[in-house]
């Protein structure tokens, strides 16, 4: 499978792909590779000059769904080392891995870590392809989650204090009578208050807000 227009309509445009090898016809094999399916690469010639350019971006990672190819040994630090720091930097970026000399332990290890894929050298470009249209497809859908995830904090934070109490007895299943009753306050007071709710919520209905409500962490409300 290509990155043909026709398949990939839905993905941001120009994509990056970070390719990190210590051996230079191999970056350029694979940046060669990737050109043909128009994918923009930044090439690395090792682990820790890749490690320093995302762990000073890790703040502001750019909109673009991406991910790394790493050879998993190189002189300094590995491919594995090097993914433990970038997970200790919070940089999550899907690594698709290469190595001559994979063996199942190792492979399981980088699994276990979070390696989207693993490919043996020498290995079919229609895999590394594959391998990398994969990785950004998981990479946009976990950035959109995430998108997901801020906005809904950025609501929830837009709220008084008063507001995140209704919104506690709202979705717990109170009516506006009862939860008059409760705050001492007429029910039309409360049916505003719960108007402003929604709005901020950005909830069209009671179900919306529940759901919206169930989805915000423990920690937030």
Same mark, same amino acid.
């Given at each position: 499978?290509?990155?043909?227009?026709?398949?990939?309509?839905?993905?941001?445009?120009?994509?990056?792909? !970070?390719?990190? =090898? =210590?051996?230079?016809?191999?970056?350029?094999?694979? #940046? =060669?590779?990737?050109?043909?399916? /128009?994918?923009? $690469? *930044?090439?690395?010639?090792?682990?820790?000059?890749?490690?320093?350019?995302? #762990?000073?971006?890790?703040?502001?990672?750019?909109? @673009?769904?991406?991910?790394?190819?790493?050879?998993?040994?190189?002189? &300094? %630090? /590995? &491919?594995?080392?090097?993914?433990?720091?970038?997970?200790?930097?919070?940089? !999550?970026?899907?690594? $698709?891995?290469?190595?001559?000399?994979? =063996?199942?332990?190792?492979?399981?290890?980088?699994?276990?870590? /979070?390696?989207?894929?693993?490919?043996?050298?020498?290995?079919?470009?229609?895999?590394?392809?594959?391998?990398?249209?994969?990785?950004?497809?998981?990479?946009? %859908?976990?950035?959109?989650?995430?998108? &997901? *995830?801020?906005?809904?904090?950025?609501? !929830?934070?837009? @709220?008084? #204090?008063?507001?995140?109490?209704?919104?506690?007895? $709202?979705? &717990?299943?109170?009516?506006?009578?009862?939860?008059?009753?409760?705050?001492?306050?007429?029910?039309?007071?409360?049916?505003?208050?719960? /108007?402003? @709710?929604?709005?901020?919520?950005? #909830?069209?209905? @009671?179900?919306?807000?529940?759901?919206?409500?169930?989805?915000?962490?423990?920690?937030?409300?």
């Amino acid at each position: 499978m290509s990155f043909s227009e026709s398949e990939d309509h839905d993905m941001e445009s120009s994509p990056l792909v !970070y390719v990190i =090898d =210590d051996d230079i016809s191999v970056r350029e094999s694979v #940046a =060669d590779l990737l050109a043909t399916v /128009g994918l923009e $690469v *930044r090439l690395f010639s090792s682990a820790t000059e890749m490690i320093e350019v995302l #762990a000073k971006n890790a703040d502001n990672a750019a909109a @673009l769904p991406s991910c790394l190819i790493l050879d998993i040994r190189m002189p &300094g %630090i /590995g &491919g594995l080392e090097a993914q433990e720091r970038l997970a200790k930097f919070q940089v !999550y970026v899907p690594i $698709v891995f290469m190595t001559a000399h994979g =063996d199942i332990a190792m492979t399981v290890k980088a699994m276990k870590s /979070g390696a989207h894929h693993f490919l043996s050298k020498p290995f079919r470009d229609q895999d590394m392809l594959d391998a990398v249209r994969s990785a950004m497809i998981h990479d946009r %859908i976990r950035r959109e989650s995430e998108r &997901g *995830r801020r906005e809904l904090r950025e609501r !929830y934070e837009s @709220l008084t #204090a008063h507001e995140r109490k209704l919104l506690s007895m $709202v979705t &717990g299943g109170m009516m506006n009578k009862q939860i008059a009753a409760k705050l001492n306050l007429s029910e039309i007071t409360i049916k505003v208050h719960r /108007g402003q @709710l929604m709005r901020k919520m950005k #909830a069209k209905t @009671l179900v919306e807000l529940v759901k919206l409500e169930a989805r915000l962490p423990k920690s937030d409300r």
